[in-house]
């Protein structure tokens, strides 16, 4: 049946086939077939793709060479340098997505050459619309000159210095998409991208690293292991996540956040400034996420301030779903504002809620609050209440567990246990 297709047809189909192992195949079947292996506009190299090491360097090179308009190259077998900078060079113009795994295990096989000198080959695909580099070592600035058409940029797994990272963001200045993840060796880091609409920052350690990041247009951004944190006030933020799972986090300043929807709080130990600022910021937000376990400016790690649940969901009126931490949740449980309860409170939009309870201590505070937002959230759909590490060999822990099964039996539509 394939025999009686027309060559036009056959190069569509074939050119959906991107794996090195397949690609190879189809030029095995038929003269026909193998003709049409040059127009296939994707190639994928895995890193396991050859018995070989020492050949891989090779095959790569005749099977790149054989293709007439290159559009993207996923390479995760080791490969020169040299090599690169010829498929590079014979794609450069019709070159769109390039993805290279650039790690250690990849130098062993040919010698001494640098990951800074593949790096700076990179920038012959000057056409390039989205690059992806795993592993690589971004201690001096690549030698790139401007991507232009670049509109996604990733790195993952990388060593950094400041003014590399900073040369690098420069060299494209048209993103719209920037993700630098499990990256470390930055201290100050500073985004300033006009057309930058999402953003994700994962980086490793302790240390106090401090980010700006400036775009009128950004609208999602994910960021993790930064001490300070600043956003331009002109911006169009709709999804925050904010996370510090080592150290501590002292400052954040995003101003007034209108547009946004999605609020993520994560980490060890913040500033309590750090969490009452943005949370007053982001009065109209609908999804709410706080996973903090302490608070505190110092090394000594403190227990979370009372919270007002009333002046909470009254500063908070758009909130449909909240998902709070154990060590969150009893700072919501100590002040018991509920006793002074305006008679016209409502908790207006709230629809799932997720609790998490770690220990039994105040247990009848915690108690009245579930209680509460069953009674007074007019939408609720749905509350999971997560009991998790819990000390069984507190005398409390048993009773009060006992409670929360009640509370969930006169509930059991809306009230689930895990």
């Not at 020492?54 to 340098?81: G, K, N, Q, W």
């Not at 150290?247 to 954040?252: A, D, E, M, N, T």
Request: aromatic share 8%; hydrophobic share 40%; with cysteine.
């Amino acid at each position: 049946m394939m025999d009686m297709m027309p060559d036009a047809i056959i190069q569509q189909i074939l050119s959906h086939i991107s794996h090195a192992r397949d690609v190879a195949s189809c030029s095995c079947v038929s003269k026909r077939w193998k003709d049409c292996i040059p127009y296939s506009p994707s190639l994928y190299f895995p890193r396991n793709a050859f018995h070989s090491v020492s050949d891989a360097d090779a095959i790569i090179c005749r099977i790149v060479s054989i293709v007439m308009r290159l559009e993207e190259l996923v390479v995760y077998c080791p490969f020169s340098t040299s090599s690169l900078a010829s498929w590079i060079s014979l794609h450069n113009r019709s070159l769109r997505i390039l993805e290279l795994r650039m790690d250690n295990a990849v130098d062993k096989f040919f010698g001494s050459e640098g990951n800074g000198d593949r790096v700076d080959c990179i920038g012959a695909a000057h056409n390039l619309e989205a690059l992806k580099l795993w592993g690589v070592s971004l201690t001096r600035s690549p030698n790139w000159g401007v991507f232009k058409r670049l509109r996604t940029l990733a790195i993952i797994g990388a060593a950094l210095c400041d003014d590399a990272v900073k040369d690098t963001i420069k060299a494209c200045p048209n993103l719209t998409d920037l993700a630098l993840l499990s990256c470390d060796g930055v201290t100050t880091l500073s985004i300033e991208l006009e057309w930058l609409e999402r953003c994700r920052l994962d980086f490793l350690g302790p240390g106090n690293c401090s980010l700006s990041v400036s775009s009128m247009r950004l609208q999602v951004l994910e960021i993790q292991g930064f001490s300070w944190v600043r956003v331009n006030k002109n911006h169009k933020l709709r999804s925050l996540c904010i996370s510090k799972n080592t150290g501590r986090l002292y400052g954040v300043d995003t101003g007034k956040l209108v547009d946004l929807e999605h609020l993520s709080l994560r980490g060890v130990q913040w500033s309590w400034n750090a969490i009452s600022s943005i949370l007053q910021c982001a009065s109209d937000v609908k999804h709410l996420v706080m996973k903090i376990e302490f608070c505190g400016d110092f090394e000594t790690l403190q227990p979370f301030p009372e919270i007002d649940l009333v002046e909470f969901f009254n500063n908070h009126p758009k909130l449909k779903t909240l998902e709070i931490h154990g060590a969150m949740f009893a700072a919501l449980c100590q002040k018991n504002s509920l006793k002074k309860l305006d008679s016209n409170f409502v908790i207006p939009n709230l629809e799932e809620v997720l609790v998490t309870v770690r220990s039994p201590l105040n247990a009848e505070q915690k108690l009245n609050t579930l209680e509460s937002l069953v009674d007074f959230s007019v939408k609720l759909r749905k509350m999971v209440i997560r009991i998790s590490q819990m000390k069984n060999c507190h005398e409390t822990a048993d009773d009060f567990f006992e409670e929360i099964c009640r509370f969930k039996q006169l509930n059991n539509d809306i009230v689930h246990i895990e």
